[in-house]
């Protein structure tokens, strides 16, 4: 911007949604901030765990087939803060495997929680992570016959950055390589609702998940809640310790204890989420994004490139052959001012490849369209 102070900058980078909240939605939550300067709606404290209604809303509506009770509900202030907390359940004396490319907060919370080992420069790869890497020469997806056992897998589906929305015979191969090996899933579904096949929009669609699997979500990129703040994480009950002990005692505990509860006015949103006019709104939204998902990967396609993602993403995730990520980021920035985010900043996989979002007003991406098809690759 220094150096190009008059330019439009177009961010195609940060997955930050753009397009407003639907209104039966802010209009709950501005009900209910309203009704806390009365003594009769004034609420303070809530439960830790979340509103019993939401949970049982969420129950009901996203897993209502699978099982999912409300009591295995613990709403939070977004999926990135569950999986500290996780962390934190979990501890710093375990194994870990990661999506590689994946998104870097599994990766970052190992480091902090003290999983993680000596950073590897020559391989950007930190000492006692198992990157597991996901390209298109294996679907996207790990080769578990060459992957070691660790203790927890962080495993995000639809994956972001590639777009990539794990099959069912995937899924199955990773819970039964969980149960074999005595290992927790920690299973990422932010991107479910962009789902457009039948790919498997939750982990408990698959037999035996519910023994090894903890799922995080979220509101943020299905209801524009990135600001406002509210997700969830599912433990089940089934799901125990070596010795037969509860995890979802311990991690009740951690929330107990490290967290205050989720923003009643957050929640009150989030019911008005999972009405039938919130759920409307939402999958409107969806597809308003997915819609620029189209045009981009058009975009990109038109001018040659090997691309992937925007079919159950709203990311798109384009292979510059023999370039440096950082080296495209810098391209496309300096001639045509469009942000956009290296692969390599999701792990060494990602190199040549990045990132594009599709989270954008249609004006901006059909601008962005417009200049990205005057460079030749």
């Known amino acids: ?84 907390r996780l962390q934190m359940l979990l501890g710093s004396n375990l ?66 950055p590639t777009g990539h929305a794990a099959s069912r015979k995937q899924l199955e191969q990773l819970v039964q390589f969980a149960r074999e090996n005595g290992s927790i899933i920690v299973y990422d579904s932010a991107y479910a609702a962009y789902i457009q096949d039948d790919s498997p929009r939750s982990i408990y669609e698959i037999p035996g998940a519910r023994e090894v699997a903890i799922e995080v979500s979220t509101f943020s990129k299905i209801a524009g809640f990135t600001g406002v703040r509210l997700g969830w994480t599912i433990v089940p009950e089934e799901l125990r310790y070596s010795n037969g002990f509860p995890i979802i005692n311990d991690y009740n505990r951690i929330v107990c204890t490290c967290f205050n509860g989720a923003s009643n006015i957050s929640q009150a949103g989030g019911l008005a989420c999972l009405s039938s006019e919130g759920l409307g709104a939402m999958l409107s939204v969806v597809d308003y994004y997915m819609e620029n998902a189209k045009i981009l990967k058009q975009t990109f396609t038109s001018l040659g490139l090997k691309v992937y993602g925007g079919r159950n993403a709203p990311f798109i995730w384009v292979l510059f052959p023999g370039k440096k990520s950082w080296d495209v980021f810098n391209e496309i920035l300096e001639k045509m001012h469009i942000i956009t ?37």
Do not use: W
């Open 341 to 377: 985010v290296p692969g390599s900043g999701f792990g060494p996989a990602g190199e040549g490849f990045i990132r594009i979002s599709a989270f954008g007003r249609r004006e901006t991406t059909l601008e962005a369209s417009k200049r990205l098809k005057m460079i030749s690759y």
């Open 95 to 160: 194994t870990t495997a990661v999506q590689d490319p994946s998104f870097p907060a599994y990766i970052d919370s190992s480091v902090i929680i003290g999983q993680s080992g000596d950073f590897q420069a020559d391989t950007g790869r930190y000492q006692k992570i198992e990157y597991m890497k996901c390209g298109p020469e294996n679907a996207f997806f790990p080769d578990l016959s060459t992957v070691p056992r660790t203790d927890v897998i962080f495993f995000c589906s639809p994956n972001n």
């Open 1 to 84: 911007m220094k150096k190009y102070p008059n330019a439009k900058v177009i961010s195609l980078g940060i997955g930050d949604t753009t397009f407003p909240i639907p209104d039966v939605i802010t209009s709950a939550m501005s009900d209910f901030a309203s009704c806390l300067s009365t003594p009769q709606g004034y609420r303070g404290y809530g439960p830790e765990q979340g509103n019993k209604e939401l949970r049982k809303a969420i129950a009901q509506k996203f897993y209502g087939h699978l099982g999912v009770t409300d009591r295995e509900v613990f709403i939070s202030d977004g999926s990135q803060c569950d999986i500290s």
